[in-house]
């Protein structure tokens, strides 16, 4: 039989660097090139779908950070709770506080008129747009305190933020999300495409003694 651990809260990361990250632990994901972490709220995009926003934000200890790896949308089975996940694997990431999940599509953004991401679903249910490809920078699976890239499943876009597309007073003017980066999804990755899992909730899969 198996047994499942929570090892750590939302503390500064006590799991080994290079740990597997695992189905059903809850991450912050920090952008590699500006250390702004992915976030979502009950706030709707004013623009494109009209769905919840997702962006970046400053501040780590923000609940609003934190997502639940799950299967994709399209698995046939469910992936158990402490399951490493493998490099190259597809997986939803459901917003905590939200029950949304990361989704993408043919929108265009509301800053730099790329590709929209938004937050979509109930209760970690929604659609195929919901799925993301984990490609790993190194390594066979997806680990701790090591930078990947979020592949859009279906439009191949990649999952992408930049410290020049920041929401101000200018360009939106009194919204609670002014000082926040857009985050959107482009062709390439890059260096901007970085993102990397340096805390959260890490369920680890164990034997029984």
């Known amino acids: 039989m198996l047994r499942f651990l929570i090892l750590l809260s939302l503390l500064p990361l006590a799991s080994p660097s290079g740990a597997p990250l695992t189905c059903n632990s809850i991450i912050k ?26 962006t970046a934000t400053s501040n780590p200890s923000s609940s609003e950070s934190m997502w639940i790896i799950s299967e994709a949308d399209d ?51 929604g659609d195929s747009s919901d799925d993301w490809k984990i490609v790993c920078s190194s390594g066979t699976h997806w680990s701790v305190d090591v930078p990947f890239h979020l592949q859009h499943v279906e439009t191949k876009q990649f999952l992408t933020s930049d410290q020049g597309a920041r929401f101000t007073q200018q360009n939106c003017p009194n919204c609670p999300i ?9 062709r390439g990755g890059g260096e901007g495409g970085k993102w ?3 805390r959260g909730v890490f369920i680890q899969e164990q034997d029984e003694d």
């Open 29 to 54: 994901l920090t952008h590699t090139a500006t250390s702004f972490h992915l976030s979502s709220a009950e706030i709707n995009w004013g623009s494109g779908s009209g769905q919840q926003s997702v």
């Open 75 to 125: 698995s046939t089975a469910a992936c158990p709770a402490g399951r490493p996940v493998e490099c190259n694997s597809k997986v939803r990431l459901t917003h905590l506080l939200t029950g949304k999940n990361l989704h993408s599509h043919n929108f265009r953004s509301p800053l730099t008129n790329q590709q929209e991401v938004s937050a979509f679903g109930t209760d970690g249910v």
């Open 178 to 186: 002014v000082g926040q980066l857009e985050v959107v999804g482009t």
């Open 196 to 198: 990397v899992v340096q």
